[in-house]
């Protein structure tokens, strides 16, 4: 069964970067293309950044192209999403979910999220 653990959310000051990590367990991880999802307060599950398996290519959501990058290390089964210029509108729980591409994401096949909170 899927397993997926995010850890490294928190709050930070608009401008500032932080580094978020998804351990999976479980399954292919190294054969499965992955993505990071997230939630805003009130809102539904939002795409952010998808990886293929081998690495390559990487796909962002607009609002968040030059800022973040989405990376992986298959001998560790990690996923990572480093996030720089941090703007409050990416306050939301983090997700890492199977797949490259799209807001589904259900409970079985994504983790119990990070939050990430962007304010001064």
């Known amino acids: 069964q899927v397993q997926l653990v995010e850890s490294g959310g928190g709050l930070v000051q608009p401008g500032g970067s932080l580094r978020l990590s998804c351990a999976a367990a479980g399954f292919a991880f190294r054969l499965s293309p992955m993505k990071w999802v997230r939630q805003a307060p009130g809102k539904g599950l939002e795409w952010v950044s998808g990886?293929?398996?081998?690495?390559?290519?990487?796909i962002y959501t607009d609002s968040v192209k030059g800022r973040f990058t989405i990376s992986r290390d298959n001998a560790r089964n990690t996923l990572y999403l480093q996030m720089s210029s941090l703007k409050p509108e990416d306050t939301a729980v983090y997700y890492c979910a199977t797949g490259l591409h799209g807001a589904d994401a259900p409970p079985a096949l994504r983790g119990q999220g990070t939050q990430v909170t962007v304010s001064s």
């Open positions: 990886i293929h398996w081998t690495g390559s290519p990487t």
